[in-house]
C-alpha cells in the first residue's frame, strides 16, 4: 500500500513549502491529501458558513498548485493545530505529516514551528518538514537520501524505500545530509512513536535539506519506481 500523506496547509508561504515536499515524497505514488486546522466553530451561523467556505477555499487554492483538483482535502475544528492533525492522521491511518518551517525561518534553514513539535514528541506518524523558500527551487532533485539512525532501523529501512521511489541513492554519514535527510527515533523510544534524542534534534535543527522524523519501529514504505535514463 502506497504511504499515505498528509501536508498541514494554510496557504502561507511556509505552508507552500510543505506542499512541495508533500508533492516529492509522493512522487513514487504516495496518497497526497491538504489538511486546515480550525481552531473553533462560531455560534453565528452565517459566520460559521463563511468561515467553512474560507477554509475550503483555502485548500482549493492548494490543489490548483499541486495541478490536481481531486487531492482529498480535510477541515478539521480543533483548539491545537497539532493536536487536530494528529488526530487526523490516526483517523486517516496516515503515515506522514508534512511541515512548512516556523514562519520567521531563514531561507534553506528548518525550524519546526509549535504544531510540528507537538507531533515530534510522541507523534504517531513520520514528520516531515521543508526548509524555508522550499517552493522556489522546483523541479527538486533528490540524488542521495542521508540517513541518520539512533539506535532504531526503521530511519534506514524508510531511507533505502524512499530512495528506490525517487531513483537516488542512500549515504549513512554524518557529515553528509545528502540532498534529503531521514532521522530515526532513539533506541529506547516507544514503538510507533517519533522520539528523538538531543543529539538528533540538533541534527533536525541545523538541517539545510528537507527532513523525515521516523517512528521508532515503524518505517514508512514507499513505492519503488523504474527510471528511465534521460
Avoid at 463563511?50 to 477554509?55: I, M, P, Q, S
Avoid at 482549493?60 to 481531486?70: A, F, I, K, M, W
Avoid at 526548509?131 to 529501512?157: K, M, T, Y
Avoid at 534524542?197 to 541534527?203: L, Q
Wanted: negative net charge; aromatic residues 4%; charged residues 25%.
Amino acid at each position: 500500500m502506497p504511504p499515505r500523506i498528509i501536508v498541514s496547509y494554510d496557504d502561507t508561504d511556509n505552508d507552500r513549502d510543505a506542499l512541495a515536499l508533500g508533492q516529492l515524497l509522493a512522487t513514487g505514488g504516495g496518497e497526497l491529501s491538504l489538511a486546515y486546522v480550525r481552531h473553533a466553530q462560531q455560534s453565528d451561523r452565517e459566520r460559521e458558513v463563511l468561515e467553512e467556505r474560507e477554509a475550503e477555499a483555502l485548500l482549493e487554492h492548494g490543489t490548483e498548485l499541486l495541478g490536481n483538483p481531486d487531492v482529498p482535502r480535510h477541515v478539521i475544528v480543533h483548539a491545537s493545530t497539532g493536536d487536530g492533525l494528529r488526530e487526523l492522521a490516526l483517523r486517516e491511518q496516515a503515515d506522514v505529516v508534512v511541515f512548512g518551517s516556523d514562519y520567521r525561518t531563514a531561507a534553506g534553514a528548518v525550524a519546526p514551528g509549535v504544531s510540528a513539535q507537538r507531533l515530534l514528541n510522541g507523534g504517531p506518524t513520520a514528520v516531515a518538514i521543508a526548509p524555508a523558500d522550499f517552493r522556489s527551487h522546483l523541479p527538486h532533485r533528490v540524488g542521495q537520501v542521508g540517513i541518520l539512525e539512533d539506535g532504531d532501523a526503521a530511519a534506514a529501512a524508510t531511507a533505502r524505500s524512499l530512495a528506490g521511489s525517487l531513483g537516488a541513492e542512500t549515504v549513512a554519514d554524518e557529515e553528509e545530509h545528502g540532498d534529503l535527510l531521514v532521522l530515526g527515533s532513539t533506541a529506547g523510544g516507544q514503538s510507533g512513536r517519533v522520539t528523538l534524542s538531543a543529539s538528533v534534534t540538533y541534527e533536525l535543527e541545523t538541517a539545510t535539506v528537507p527532513v523525515l522524523a521516523v517512528p521508532h519501529s515503524k518505517p514508512v514504505r514507499f513505492a519503488t519506481r523504474a527510471y528511465a535514463e534521460a
